[in-house]
């Protein structure tokens, strides 16, 4: 079975850092873009960072600068570093990978952790 588990949600103050990761097991041919959302209470669910398989990363406005992601081909996993956290951060995050499954392409999605930042 192919899921994705995500890790590394907390409760964290104002300032602080956290890093989430997420790893993606079963029968995975191949990782396209891996990425990160979150969805506040209340809010759509906002897209915060991606990254392609060749590296290349996009990062939503709101958290340039004091996020970053990352990947780990190897491991099939997709980390997201995030530094001089605000309030405005605090959501449940989730993951995602668009890839290959059994000869079709796909987008998983993980279960969400939740991230609060507090002032």
């Known amino acids: 079975q192919v899921q994705l588990v995500e890790s590394g949600g907390d409760s964290v103050q104002t300032g602080g850092s956290l890093r989430l990761s997420c790893v993606a097991s079963?029968?995975?041919?191949?990782?396209?873009?891996m990425g990160w959302c979150r969805q506040a209470p209340g809010d759509p669910r906002e897209l915060v960072a991606t990254i392609t398989s060749g590296g290349s990363t996009n990062y939503a406005d709101s958290v340039k600068g004091r996020f970053t992601i990352s990947r780990d081909n190897a491991e099939n996993t997709v980390y997201l570093q995030m530094d001089t956290l605000k309030p405005e951060d605090t959501a449940v995050y989730f993951c995602y990978v668009d890839a290959i499954i059994d000869y079709a392409r796909v987008e998983l999605w993980g279960q969400g952790t939740q991230v609060t930042v507090v002032s």
């Open positions: 079963g029968k995975i041919s191949t990782i396209y873009t």
